[in-house]
């Protein structure tokens, strides 16, 4: 029996509607983080997905789901500042070595994303309850790694994305304790974490590109 995978295509479309929904969603993303944080995290966050364009171009039709999720670790980690920028890069960096010669099965979703936030709370020293993305990324980890070895990578990427918002939500609730929020006290509670919210778009886009984080964030107007 064959296990479901995504195979280049599939993946290369996964991450044009990741994209799209960063683009749709760069001026709420911005705004959140004119809340919470420095008020760049739309800007980097397109300006990531825009050089990770430009590379899946060059690398043509042909490339594989680790060279697709390549090309978007080496835009966030060599063309992108700011904080979240590495950090999603090291998530994509992960992501790509788990992509096996069988395509992107969701053990290797699961896989890849369990080393990619191994990674980004080595780098960035956050934990679960710090108010930042690891906050959606831990509960995205968590749904993936329940999911069965024969559950279908969108089926698997759909309950990650559910987990992540729920994440999300949760964020709204916490006190920073990293990075410029960690300085606005309880101004920041009930805001929910940009970065968190970049995490869930990456998953639900999956699915489809996101339009407007109104529907996800009935609190965050």
Known sequence: ????????????DWMHRFADSVYATEAELTALDQRVGDGDFGTNLTAGVRAAGHLLDAGGAEAGPSETLGCMATAFLDEIGGTSGPLFGLL???LSRSASGNGLTSAGLAEGVEQGLAAIRRVGDAAP???TLVDALTPAAAALRGASGGTPPD??????????????HDTAGLSARMGRASYLGER???????????????FASAAGPVHTLAPYLPGAG
Request: glycine share 12%; hydrophobic share 50%; no cysteine.
């Open 92 to 94: 994509f960096q992960a």
């Open 1 to 12: 029996m064959t296990t479901p995978a995504f195979d280049g295509t599939l993946t290369r």
């Open 129 to 131: 309850g710090d108010k």
């Open 188 to 202: 920041v509670t009930g805001i929910p974490d940009p970065g968190a919210v970049g995490v869930a778009l990456l």
């Open 155 to 168: 089926r698997a990427l759909s309950l990650a994305a559910d987990a992540a918002w729920q994440g999300v």
